[in-house]
């Protein structure tokens, strides 16, 4: 994969850089998320404070069937848009199905878990404040 530096150089590789990044996502290595509640979860951190973003981080969940994201809450908010899959949101005492093409806001201090429901991976995107 090819990522460009700050000169707009491309580069092989996966080295930390501070310039433009450009890459498959799935050329991202993927994390099991071991919060206490997650079940089946991997992430993928796309980009990241690493990556000289100074605001926004973009990482790719994938949730296999029957797994979920612990049901917790944080003060900052979560962009999320549904890449493939199907799904419901627990939020509070809410729940709301979502499918492939959906995109959801998640206004922080509020308990939420995204839970697999269907027979596939779900896979979304899911931006967030930088560390
Ligand atoms: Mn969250």
């Known amino acids: 994969?090819?990522?460009?530096?700050?000169?707009?150089?491309?580069?092989k590789g996966t080295e930390e850089m501070t310039g433009l990044k450009l890459m498959k996502a799935m050329d991202v290595e993927a994390g099991r998320v071991m919060m206490e509640g997650a079940v089946?979860?991997?992430?993928?951190?796309?980009?990241?404070?690493?990556?000289?973003?100074?605001?926004?981080a973009m990482r790719l969940f994938e949730v296999?069937?029957?797994?979920?994201?612990?049901?917790?809450?944080?003060a900052w908010e979560h962009e999320i848009y549904i890449?493939?899959?199907?799904?419901?949101?627990?939020?509070?005492e809410?729940?709301?199905?979502?499918?492939?093409?959906d995109f959801i806001f998640v206004p922080g201090g509020n308990m939420h878990s995204f839970i697999n429901t269907g027979a596939g991976k779900l896979q979304f995107l899911c931006l967030v404040p930088v560390d």
């Open 94 to 101: 809410e729940e709301k199905p979502f499918e492939k093409g």
């Open 83 to 92: 890449v493939d899959g199907k799904g419901k949101l627990v939020f509070g």
């Open 64 to 74: 296999g069937p029957g797994g979920r994201t612990p049901y917790h809450s944080h």
């Open 1 to 11: 994969d090819i990522i460009f530096d700050s000169q707009g150089n491309g580069v």
């Open 40 to 56: 089946d979860v991997t992430m993928r951190m796309l980009i990241s404070g690493d990556d000289g973003a100074p605001n926004f």
